[in-house]
C-alpha cells in the first residue's frame, strides 16, 4: 500500500517561506510523476507543481518564479519550497503520486499566509 505523508505547513506573514514535504512509502522513482495540489475553501483542487520521475517540473502561473519543486530520491521525499508567499496562497496542500494507472493522495498540510 501506497502511503503519503505531508509536513511543514503551519502560518507565515506575506512575503515569508515555507517548505512543505511529501514522505513516499516506497521509491519516489516508482512514481510516473508527483506533485503538489492545494484547494481553498470553496474552492476546486488546483495543481500546484509536478515534477517527471526523470526530474522535469512544471507549474501552475500563479506560482512561477515563487515555488520550487524538488526530489530527494535517497529519502524518497518530495518538496515544496515557497517564498514570497501571498494571502492568496492560503489553502490546503495535498501532495499526489501519479503510478501507472493509480492516483494516491496525502492527507494534506494547512498553510494559512496573512498578517
Known amino acids: 500500500q501506497v502511503q503519503l505523508v505531508e509536513s511543514g505547513g503551519g502560518s507565515v506573514q506575506p512575503g515569508g517561506s515555507l517548505r512543505l514535504s511529501c514522505a513516499a512509502s516506497?521509491?519516489?522513482?516508482?512514481?510516473?510523476?508527483m506533485g503538489w495540489y492545494r484547494q481553498a475553501p470553496g474552492k476546486q483542487r488546483e495543481l500546484v507543481a509536478r515534477?517527471?520521475?526523470?526530474?522535469?517540473?512544471n507549474y501552475a502561473d500563479s506560482v512561477k518564479g515563487r515555488f520550487t519543486i524538488s526530489g530527494d530520491n535517497a529519502k524518497n521525499v518530495v518538496y515544496l519550497q515557497m517564498n514570497s508567499l501571498k494571502p492568496e496562497d492560503t489553502a490546503v496542500y495535498y501532495c499526489?503520486?501519479?503510478?501507472?494507472?493509480?492516483?494516491?493522495w496525502g492527507q494534506g498540510t494547512q498553510v494559512t499566509v496573512s498578517s
Open positions: 516506497r521509491s519516489i522513482f516508482s512514481f510516473n510523476d
Open positions: 499526489n503520486g501519479r503510478r501507472s494507472v493509480s492516483n494516491y
Open positions: 515534477i517527471t520521475s526523470g526530474g522535469i517540473p
